[in-house]
């Protein structure tokens, strides 16, 4: 009759640990794709896995929505800081992601320590996603990183500062969700990608400038703002631009015949001290080397409006996406463009009637050839 382990002790020290062959490295990978409570728990399983948390290469404090009713924050703080505290300092981090879903208030100084944090710890990528009542507060002050490749932020307000990624020179990609972004510049000159969806600009009724001119791919989509100012862009191929109704109003001084006083305070950027109009473009300058463009708004919008004063030729522009906006007046929008894409190959119109959407495809592969 073969022998059975009948004592207290634990599968590997009774001989029979299955995992005992794997080598410490495949198991700190696993141990990286699970929430950091559960990494904790799995290490129970054999003795020599006790330690390897501390090394593992990504940390993922997630799934604590689950925890809400049994947790109280103070908890969550506890715990996030232990678990920092107690990694292993020169172990390679490449990827640190914190999800707090189901805690409705969180202390912004912790959370800003927290991202501080991962830096120190040579993230390559670092996502922090909140889903609090109010926007949690970061540090006006810069993240400094020389290999962050990848950030991600969402529910968080964001200062001057922080937006100045000159310290990160390895940033590549950036995505910002559902943030307030409380700045007159967001800046970098190594960032290839930048989407930035649902979020609040220029709280300080000062127009936002967007500095990255090596920027190849843009996602500027459903913010309520002033619209923000699009500096040079020569790499930028596809870009996509989705404004909401209410980021700017129809003024009569700058809009209109430039009588009465300016209600949008863009007078001292449309018009000189003579009193003569700037030629300025806010968005269509910085994308005029694009190769694909989507450009949607409100009927009401005027900013694209505005641009078209000046339009600036779109040389590599072959695929263009527009919207009702394009119609109105005329048409004169529309026929702008065609006239400033000369290599345009492809049309697309989104018109809207209720509730009922249509596309409308046109090719123009004709003017190319002739």
Known sequence: MPHRCVSNKAPAECGGDPFRSLPDAVVQHVLGFLPARDALRMCAVARRWRPLWRSAPRLRIAGVEA???????????????????????????????????????????????????????????????????????????????NVLVRLELHGLALEESFLDFSSCPALEYVKITNCLL??????????????????????????????????????????????????????????????????????????????????????AIYYN????????????????????????????????????????????????????WCLVADLHALVCFLQCTPFLEKLILHLCKGNMSFYYDWCFLSRTMT
């Open 67 to 145: 925890l809400r009713n049994v947790w109280s924050v103070w908890k969550l703080y506890r715990f996030v800081r232990r678990f920092l505290l107690l990694r292993e300092p020169s172990a390679a981090l490449d990827e640190c992601e914190f999800d707090l879903r189901g805690f409705s208030e969180l202390d912004g100084t912790r959370v800003d320590l927290w991202i501080r944090h991962g830096s120190m710890c040579r993230v390559r990528v670092l996502q922090i996603r909140l889903y609090t009542d109010e926007r949690v507060q970061l540090a006006d002050w810069p993240l400094f990183s």
């Open 182 to 267: 409380n700045a007159d510049k967001i800046l970098s000159r190594s960032l290839n990608h930048l989407k930035i969806t649902g979020c609040e600009l220029c709280t300080r009724d000062v127009t936002t400038h967007i500095s990255v001119p090596s920027l190849v791919s843009l996602q500027l989509d459903d913010y309520d703002g002033l619209t923000p100012i699009l500096e040079s862009m020569p790499l930028l191929e596809p870009a996509s631009v989705k404004l909401g109704h209410n980021n700017e109003e129809y003024c009569d001084f700058c809009d209109g015949d430039g009588s009465g006083e300016c209600i949008c305070s863009m007078e």
């Open 273 to 324: 001290a003579n009193g003569s109009r700037n030629d300025v473009c806010f968005l269509l300058g910085g994308l005029s080397n694009v190769t694909c463009l989507e450009l949607k708004a409100s009927s009401e919008m005027v900013a694209f409006k505005r641009d078209l004063r000046c339009c600036p030729t779109f040389s590599k522009l072959k695929i263009l996406l527009l919207n009702d």
